[in-house]
């Protein structure tokens, strides 16, 4: 079976930190990683995506992919308190067609 | 904000009973999504849709839960009779293109059933 997993499952920070969340998976076929941030009572929203291996970087967010070890990362540089939410992140299986998802890393930026 | 509208945000149901709610989604985009995120923050795919035919769908699914997105109506998934593992945030997507591609979520209806 497909599998995602994160970690930690969560994490506190102090304001103005590094922040690395990680994500595993388990089918080297996988084509496309997201990550997703879902505020408490909120919609999930998309953060940043990418396809291929390397980094990708959007203001204070960073992506890094290796897929020949299974690993995908989001790095948020200079938390805020307003990045305190539940991380998820989400990676296609199979033909590609269906995304599976991880539990979710709850992340805390005290000021 | 989220332009994908879900209604109701809370529905409460008894054990048997129908629960339905309904998606609108994002205008332009053809494909629909609907997952449940259980407790534990689970996001458990149940089924998709492009335009108005289903893509893919779980096996539960194809037991008590149906679910239709009809051409100029809200797309709508329907419990036929909710059991209190239903219980749960029902989260309704869209998309462009599918599952590469941004999903696009509504805030969620959420299902006590009691």
């Known amino acids: 079976q497909q599998k995602v997993q994160q970690s930690p499952e969560s994490l506190i920070v102090p304001e103005g930190a590094m922040t690395s969340l990680n994500c595993t998976f388990s089918d080297s076929a996988s084509q496309y990683f997201a990550w997703y941030r879902q505020h408490s009572g909120k919609a999930p929203k998309a953060l940043m995506s990418?396809?291929s291996n390397g980094e990708k970087e959007e203001g204070r967010f960073t992506i890094h992919l290796n897929k020949a070890s299974l690993h995908f990362s989001l790095h948020i540089r200079d938390s805020q308190p307003s990045d305190s939410a539940l991380y998820l992140c989400?990676?296609?299986?199979?033909?590609?067609?269906?995304?599976?998802w991880g539990l979710g890393t709850s992340l805390v930026v005290n000021p | 904000n989220s332009k994908v509208i879900q209604t109701p945000r809370y529905l409460v149901k008894g054990q048997g009973q129908k629960a339905k709610m309904r998606c609108i989604p994002e205008?332009?985009?053809?494909?629909v999504f609907w997952y449940q995120q259980n407790k534990n923050n689970e996001f458990k795919f149940l089924i998709n849709?492009?335009?108005?035919?289903?893509?893919?769908q779980i096996d539960m699914t194809e037991k008590r839960f149906s679910a239709e997105c009809p051409s100029n109506s809200p797309c709508s998934l329907e419990i036929q009779s909710s059991e209190a593992g239903d219980s749960a945030l029902y989260l309704c997507?869209?998309?462009?293109?599918?599952?590469?591609?941004?999903?696009?979520f509504g805030a969620g209806t959420r299902l006590s059933v009691l």
């Open positions: 989400a990676v296609t299986v199979g033909d590609n067609s269906k995304l599976i």
């Open positions: 205008k332009g985009h053809p494909v």
């Open positions: 997507a869209s998309s462009l293109s599918g599952s590469q591609n941004t999903l696009y």
């Open positions: 990418i396809f």
């Open positions: 849709f492009q335009n108005q035919e289903v893509l893919q």
